[in-house]
């Protein structure tokens, strides 16, 4: 029965932005945020990148349907320069307040 629940959480599929203690910018997708972050702080399994930038901070998510839409998604957003990534993080973040 729990396994269903389980299942049914993980069709939900995370863009991720997070901003390393360099003030770098990592992105990401992943079913679990919380997991992720905890992953790129404390762990192994987090990005060799930002094991060596540690302490990260979860900046900005966006949720998607399915896998294929978020990898679209962060292909896009890797192509963006620095200045327009935080300019999107702004005015997505702004818009989520209003």
């Known amino acids: ?14 863009l991720y932005v997070v901003e390393c203690a360099d003030n770098t910018l990592y992105t990401g997708i ?7 972050l905890y992953e790129h702080n404390c762990s192994k399994k987090g990005a060799k990148y930002t094991r060596s930038r540690r302490p990260v901070t979860l900046i900005y998510t966006e949720s998607f349907k399915n896998r294929s839409t ?8 890797k192509k963006l320069t620095r200045h327009s990534k935080l300019r999107h993080v702004q005015n997505k ?4 307040d209003d």
Do not use: V
Not at 1 to 14: A, E, L, R, Y
Not at 30 to 36: A, C, E, F, L, Y
């Open 1 to 14: 029965m729990g396994n269903n629940q389980d299942i049914k959480k993980s069709n939900k599929w995370f």
């Open 93 to 96: 973040t702004k818009h989520c």
């Open 30 to 36: 992943t079913t679990d945020t919380s997991r992720r």
């Open 70 to 77: 978020a990898s679209k998604a962060e292909a896009a957003f």
